[in-house]
């Protein structure tokens, strides 16, 4: 005969497990987050505990600036798109070329590029981001009218006692030539840039 185990009944009436909301603890670690951000983002200094909000930090900055640099990031951002509407870009070498130049005149008068970044609270990215964009202005933008010798001599004796002394005539020439070929480039970018704006859609936020 098989004997029959009796298996002792389990009471599962009372066995139900409540669980705790978990709201709470959410709630807690929410707030911590918010602290924190706060104290990162939310001031920007404290003077003998008291703290200046970086709300109104940028708001006084905002109106010392004037927008000038909303405006110089939308014409940087118009410059970057036309290239590429285009298909211009610039090489590395070429920005790297501009401040080989660019450090060898520093050096003649004394000085080091590093140290004249300095004086206009500038970094290496910013010179290289300035060059580049500037190139692209060149490559785009339509090549002046070549100055003529006949301005270059015009402009000579108009303008002869500002100009540099014990030089030749032809260094003279030279000078002036270039002077006012750069002028000419920079007037030609001018209006072509200013005609890109006008058919841009640019909208400051205010």
Do not use: C
């Amino acid at each position: 005969m098989k004997k029959t185990t009796s298996k002792k009944p389990t009471n599962t009436v009372n066995q139900v497990t409540t669980k705790k909301p978990l709201w709470p603890f959410i709630a807690v670690l929410l707030l911590i987050i918010v602290f924190l951000t706060f104290r990162k983002f939310g001031v920007a200094a404290t003077v003998n505990g008291q703290p200046i909000s970086r709300l109104r930090y940028w708001q006084r900055l905002e109106a010392l600036d004037n927008q000038r640099t909303l405006q110089q990031m939308t014409n940087e951002m118009l410059i970057k798109q036309e290239a590429t509407k285009q298909k211009v870009s610039v090489e590395q070498s070429e920005v790297d070329a501009q401040i080989a130049t660019y450090e060898a005149e520093l050096t003649k008068q004394g000085f080091s590029l590093d140290q004249a970044l300095e004086t206009q609270s500038l970094t290496r990215a910013d010179l290289e981001n300035q060059i580049r964009l500037q190139k692209l202005l060149e490559k785009m933008s339509p090549a002046p009218t070549e100055v003529t010798d006949e301005e270059v001599k015009q402009y000579i004796t108009e303008n002869k006692e500002y100009l540099p002394k014990n030089s030749t005539t032809i260094e003279l020439h030279n000078y002036v030539k270039e002077q006012l070929t750069i002028e000419a480039k920079n007037t030609a970018m001018e209006k072509w840039f200013k005609e890109l704006q006008e058919q841009a859609k640019i909208e400051l936020i205010k």
